[in-house]
């Protein structure tokens, strides 16, 4: 069974719940921003969705599965002729404003199929200036009978002309439990889903797409470096290298989801067992430094946002030095780590 066909995962429930009912009450909202986490299915929330406004019979919260509506394209996303999803050209950085013009003339055209038509724009957040433009002509003037769905993990990076013309929901993480469980069904049986689960911090897909890829080993190699480096025990040029390797983007997603785990726990002064070995060594590091500064946490939001930054400039299209980026991050890092006692 794909992916797309296990639409609603378990901890979309609710929200898929509210959403299709909504539509079968002829409340649903023209336009939505559905944002969360990285690694938590909302580009397929968005694909299922969709063909649940399709399908011709559907059920109470789902789609049947069986008509020529469900059945166009097969299981693919996006195979609907009422249908079109935006996603970012080979060799470019972002969504561009002839994408969304064109998007835009689709939807005033007639449906195929005599329902509705749907648009999706999944990483919502890399429309250009121009895109975001046009979409907001779109926004502001809807078709009759026209869906738009979007999808992000910044949405603090969209313009806010577009966020309030959206309605907002968010989805949620699941709890560690249910991220094991259901990577449990659909990692090789040699993987660990529970170390899959800790290093993808409960966030299934991630957690699948390391299985796949050398991710789960290449995160665990930066975590150790990050350990030297606040330690004193590697330098900052090393640690650049082995982001450059890995690749900016990536170890960019790293370093956020460090921030956020150690502002967590230094902010409940909490002990974890659920976090992997290079967050617990990074947390007690961080907490025996707290001792020494309680501004500690405030430096570390500020260090997250500075992070934040770098990844918009990383996502963004014009063209910034990936290696400087870095280098600023890591010897701001390494700033932060003064006030830790080395070991």
Known sequence: MSLLQQIPFLWQKDLWDK??????EGKLAHAYLISGAQGIGKEFFAYGLAKFIMCSAPEKLSACGL??????????????????????????????????????????????????????????HRMNTGAANALLKTLEEPTENTYLLLSTHLPG???????????????QIPDQKIAIDWLSLHIPDQEDPVALARSAQNRPLYGLELSHTDGLKNQQQFLNKLVQLSAGETSIQATVALAKKIGEQVVVRYLIQVSIILVKYLLTNQQSSELESGHQELLSMFQAGKAVSISLPLSLMRYYDQVQESHRQLLSSTNPNPQLIMESLL?????????IPTR
């Open 19 to 24: 959403l299709t009912s909504e539509f079968r």
């Open 67 to 124: 008509c020529a509506n469900c059945n166009y394209g097969g299981d693919g996303e996006g195979g609907h002729p009422d249908t079109i999803a935006l996603t970012i050209d080979e060799g470019s950085r972002d969504i561009k404003i002839e994408q969304v013009r064109s998007m835009s003339g689709f939807l005033e055209k007639t449906s195929h199929a005599g329902r509705a038509k749907v648009a999706i724009i999944a990483n919502a």
């Open 157 to 171: 990076s969209l313009p806010a002309t577009i966020r309030s013309r959206c309605h907002k929901v968010s989805m």
């Open 331 to 339: 010897w701001r890092w390494s700033q932060l780590s003064r006030s």
